[in-house]
């Protein structure tokens, strides 16, 4: 469609049945783009997720810039398009909602007992 510009090339990558797209909005300068997809496939081949790897890559990117290439031209224009990837936990949440549910438990049988003991008196 007339005024999609790039999204018109991802949407077609889309349609072809790639999940994911990793992309700029914009033409950005050959030496930052070679440090952030360095940094992004380090990230994603040391097991983080495709928008966790560029974010971190971004942010050491901005660890060693100077005030010129710190500028939001240089690194903003990356963005992810498809699906997202559900982050690994490294807690199993049963072990998080359990004891939650056996303190709730515990909350709700002294209440009807006390309700009981309560009801009895008078």
């Known amino acids: ?21 990793l992309m700029s909005l914009w033409a950005v300068n050959d030496r930052s783009t070679s440090e952030i997809m ?21 942010l050491d990117y901005l660890a060693t810039a100077d005030d010129v290439t710190a500028n939001p031209y240089y690194w903003a224009p990356f963005v992810i398009l498809g699906e ?17 549910l056996i303190v709730i438990l515990i909350i709700i049988i002294n209440n009807r ?4 003991y309560y009801k009895k008196r008078d």
């Open 1 to 21: 469609y007339k005024g999609e510009g790039v999204m018109s090339l991802a949407r077609g990558f889309m349609y072809a049945g790639v999940p994911n797209v």
């Open 38 to 58: 360095q940094a992004f496939y380090k990230h994603v081949d040391a097991g983080k997720t495709k928008e966790a790897a560029l974010r971190q890559a971004k």
């Open 84 to 100: 997202v990837e559900e982050e690994e936990s490294s807690v199993d949440s049963w072990w998080v909602v359990f004891p939650v």
């Open 113 to 116: 007992r006390k309700y009981r």
